[in-house]
Nanobody, 115 residues
């Protein structure tokens, strides 16, 4: 199975930046897509950004222009660069990977945006 290990989140001020990483246990060429989801207290988990094996990306409207998802195939790693962070970005962020047969999740990491 695919194992996903996320980097630490952290506390950042509004307007600040943070980069998350997610390392997969096997080549991401074998993964149809990877993405980042987030879940705030009392809210449903939502898709933040995703990238396919072909490099196509999509983003939630709330993060377009601020967040960038990317991948490094040689390192089996996907990244989420978060800029211009807002308090409403506060959530637990989860890495996701999809194969043709299964869906895999990282452990989740807390991102808090506050003064």
């Amino acid at each position: 199975q695919v194992q996903l290990v996320e980097s630490r989140g952290g506390l950042v001020q509004p307007g600040g930046s943070l980069r998350l990483s997610c390392a997969a246990s096997r080549s991401i060429f074998s993964i149809n897509s990877m993405g980042w989801y987030r879940q705030a207290p009392g809210k449903q988990r939502e898709l933040v950004a995703a990238i396919t094996s072909g490099g196509n990306t999509n983003y939630a409207d709330s993060v377009k222009g601020r967040f960038t998802i990317s991948r490094d195939n040689a390192k089996n790693t996907v990244y989420l660069q978060m800029n211009s962070l807002k308090p409403e970005d506060t959530a637990v962020y989860y890495c996701n990977a999809r194969t043709q047969l299964s869906d895999f999740w990282g452990q989740g990491t807390q991102v808090t945006v506050s003064s």
